[in-house]
């Protein structure tokens, strides 16, 4: 029978380093602060918005929201990344997507200053991500995973870590954070013959495919600690993982519920990058 | 017994597409060109400047190779990056690595455009390997080892990869390209446990550790195709691979001798790389 694995309680605790380090920053008269640029009311962006200013609040992060019609210009799209570059005041900057699908979402993402690129949304960010040098942030779903395995103290040096799903946003930068803490690790997709046993082999199973409840049993062994990113819809209209948690929890060691798992971690690790992006770009005032 | 795969033979078929693609250009006038940097007079680099040299003329690809004393300055070596940048008759820049140690090789290196980056050196090409965006080249060694598999007619999708190293010239980006052919991509390296037995599950097995032949007969099994990416010089004095060839060639089913396989194929994907990069740069003009 598995353990849940409680994102709150992961939240909890890496929002105590958070606190410290907004501490040390507050001490110098600097409020940390995340500036999110919307355009358009996308319920989602609306839910994450919410969800992030609660967080960030709660820890003493301020954060602007601005928001644009969904028929904002490029000009001034690309001038809110740009006024946000410029501004000291502002160390972390949130721009959700996608962008209305007329907008060139690379060429506005990427003139945002990596330092200041808190979500991993940057081809610099995604490069620092690929080769481990320090350019900008890991997407915070990425990060999310990290900070639970971290929380549940396993040592991921030679651990088999398979990663179901490749995209940009979790699946490929999860697997270079894995790399990176000497894990061994197989990026498996549609494409893999015999998922199923493919992710059986896997000491860490991190499912990020996208699909409701594609994990079924046979994807499963004992001992397994399982990470679901999923964050789908079933046909039922309830929230649902890509894993079949009914199916594995007897199975498997350790689990991450949906909801209040990876989800439940995410805005944490945003507010986490927020005051960590402060602190990097006062170094010179210490 | 295994079929060596002859890197000569690749790279003629290789120079087959490069030598239309210079035509092209030298009908509207254009010679694409390659300009190296070095500084200082490491005998690997010579090496490389000379095999480099000659392929490109046997392609009708020009080469301006520009040579500094190793106590050159960051500013002459950056002045000569942008200088290269600049120039709309250079398409195309190999800067030698690692640069003495005393300067910013990350800083210099990343002056460069990564339209003319033509060995994946920059943050942004790497970021374009990591993505699948159009942005820079990847490193000549890692699509040496595609051009490979493409020239034996593998079709990788689906296909167990195994990739042993996890470099950022070779082992890292090796495996972004084999996961954008829809392989399913396992990265080993020192820390994997049983590594042997990783590396037998594979079809398709590249070894990119760096230490002479420890790809021994228990890595292998029969069927498997190796890539031997490893130049190394064994206690002898002798150039050998990271597989021992003698050991697995009775097993394996294709595989790339040490000399004469994928280091064979490496000068004619610069080539390549500098050709593409004449016709992108000069789009409008057709």
Redesign the interface.
């Known amino acids: 029978m598995a353990l849940d694995i409680p994102g709150k309680d992961v939240s909890s605790a890496l929002s105590e380093k958070i606190r410290q380090k907004v501490k040390l920053l507050e001490e110098k008269g600097i409020t940390p602060t995340l500036r999110t640029i919307r355009a358009g009311d996308n319920p989602g962006d609306l839910s994450y918005e919410r969800g992030a200013a609660k967080r960030c609040a709660a820890l003493g992060i301020a954060v602007q929201n601005l928001a644009f019609p969904a028929d904002v210009s490029r000009e001034e799209l690309y001038a809110a990344v740009c006024e946000a570059n410029e501004d000291p005041s502002v160390h972390g900057v949130l721009m959700f997507r996608p962008l209305p699908a007329r907008l060139n979402q690379?060429e506005i993402g990427n003139a945002l200053l990596p330092q200041k690129d808190v979500d991993g949304m940057t081809?610099?960010s995604?490069?620092?991500?690929?080769?481990?040098?320090e350019?900008g942030y890991p997407p915070c779903t990425a990060q999310a995973c990290m900070e639970i395995l971290d929380y549940c103290g396993i040592d991921l040096?030679?651990?088999?870590t398979v990663v179901i799903g490749?995209s940009?946003v979790i699946g490929?930068p999860v697997?270079?954070l894995l790399?990176r803490r000497?894990?061994?690790?197989?990026?498996?997709?549609t494409?893999?013959?015999d998922l199923a046993a493919?992710a059986r082999r896997a000491d860490i199973l991190v499912a990020a495919a996208g699909r409701p409840r594609m994990i079924g049993a046979d994807f499963v062994r004992p001992g397994q600690v399982v990470l679901d990113v999923g964050i789908n819809v079933d046909e039922n209209g309830r929230l649902c993982g890509d894993v079949d948690y009914e199916a594995v929890k007897e199975t498997v060691s350790r689990i991450t519920p949906v909801p209040g798992g990876v989800g439940a971690v995410t805005t944490t690790v945003l507010a986490a990058h927020v005051a960590d992006a402060a602190l990097r770009q006062n170094r010179g005032r210490w």
Do not use: P
């Open positions: 690379d081809d610099l995604m490069s620092g991500v690929f080769t481990g040098k350019v040096s030679g651990k088999r490749r940009n490929r697997s270079m790399l000497h894990a061994t690790v197989t990026v498996c997709h494409r893999t013959r493919e």
